[in-house]
Every structure is written in structure tokens, then in C-alpha cells.
């Protein structure tokens, strides 16, 4: 029973966690994407 109750929190901390991460990935997603779309279609 004490396991059913502590799932939800763990995985309640994780989201919170993945949430407070994702602007930073995906930031490091853009910007990856970006800088090959540059070396692919040289702007210059």
C-alpha cells in the first residue's frame, strides 16, 4: 500500500523535473537544428 502511495509522488517529481528541463532541451534542440540547417544551407 505504502509503495501505491509513493508512486505517484515519484513520478509526480519526475514530471515536475522532465517539465523544468524541457525549455532547456529543447533550447539545445533548436539551436542544434539550426546550426545544421546553417552548415547545410550556408546563409553567407
Do not use: V, W
Request: charged share 10%; with cysteine; net charge neutral.
Amino acid at each position: 500500500m505504502e509503495s501505491e502511495k509513493q508512486s505517484p509522488k515519484c513520478h509526480l517529481h519526475l514530471y515536475l523535473l522532465s517539465y523544468q528541463l524541457f525549455p532547456f532541451f529543447a533550447s539545445l534542440f533548436i539551436i542544434h537544428c539550426f546550426c545544421n540547417s546553417l552548415h547545410c544551407f550556408p546563409l553567407f
